[in-house]
């Protein structure tokens, strides 16, 4: 069974902080790895992408894969109270998408 | 470019009927996914398609199924619909012609089915 596990939360931060969102997953084969956002009541949409291992940036968002340690986060700096919303990791590689069921983060004003 | 569309975007049924949800894909993509998205189950694959024919199939019973028009607009049937059936249904496109499912999939917002 090709698992991806997150921590449902909701993970509260304060205005300005760094959220660190986490995710692990159980298939080895695994090649790329998402993040994607959802506010209540609308479809995910894509945040970040990577397929590499190490750091991936993109202006407040940065994903980190270990593939050794079959890992991925994704870390929101200077969080905003628009960043409320449920954030799902997903991953493929010559299967379909396997989707966390995600982690719902609060950012408090 | 528009993005994925869906219809309709509700939709209200009973036990034992059937329905029928549409998906036109980005303009190029020829990938159409669907997915239902419960919150007891999260997002679940039903099934793939490209270029009108079924790629990857999910874990669902055969009350579900799906097809691919050359125009890569996809429809996704459900028959003899039961109360657990009562989801969001999801489509998402990509240009499918990476192979595998490594390339971004973009998402329409949805069709929310209830069903009494």
């Known amino acids: 069974q090709k698992e991806v596990e997150q921590n449902s939360g909701p993970l509260s931060v304060p205005e300005g902080a760094i959220a660190s969102l986490n995710c692990t997953y159980s298939?080895?084969?695994?090649?790329?790895f998402f993040w994607y956002r959802q506010y209540s009541g609308k479809s995910p949409e894509l945040i970040m992408f990577i397929y590499s291992n190490g750091d991936k940036e993109d202006g407040r968002f940065t994903a980190q894969l270990n593939k050794a340690s079959q890992y991925v986060s994704l870390l929101i700096r200077d969080s905003q109270p628009s960043d409320s919303a449920t954030y799902l990791c997903?991953?493929?590689?010559?299967?379909?998408?396997?989707f966390g069921k995600g982690t719902r983060l609060s950012v408090i004003a | 470019k528009a993005g994925v569309t869906q219809t309709p975007r509700y939709l209200i049924k009973t036990r034992g009927q059937q329905v029928t949800l549409s998906c036109s894909p980005i303009s190029g993509h020829r990938s159409v996914s669907w997915y239902q998205q419960t919150p007891g189950q999260g997002l679940q694959f039903l099934f793939e398609y490209f270029s009108e024919t079924q790629r990857n199939k999910g874990n669902f019973p055969g009350r579900f199924s799906g097809r691919q028009f050359s125009n890569s607009r996809s429809e996704m049937n459900v028959s003899t619909l039961e109360l657990g059936d009562s989801a969001l249904y999801l489509c998402a496109s990509s240009s499918g012609l990476a192979g595998g499912y490594q390339e971004t999939q973009y998402f329409g917002p949805g069709t929310r089915l209830l069903v009494l």
């Open positions: 997903a991953h493929a590689g010559n299967t379909p998408l396997v």
């Open positions: 298939d080895r084969g695994s090649q790329s």
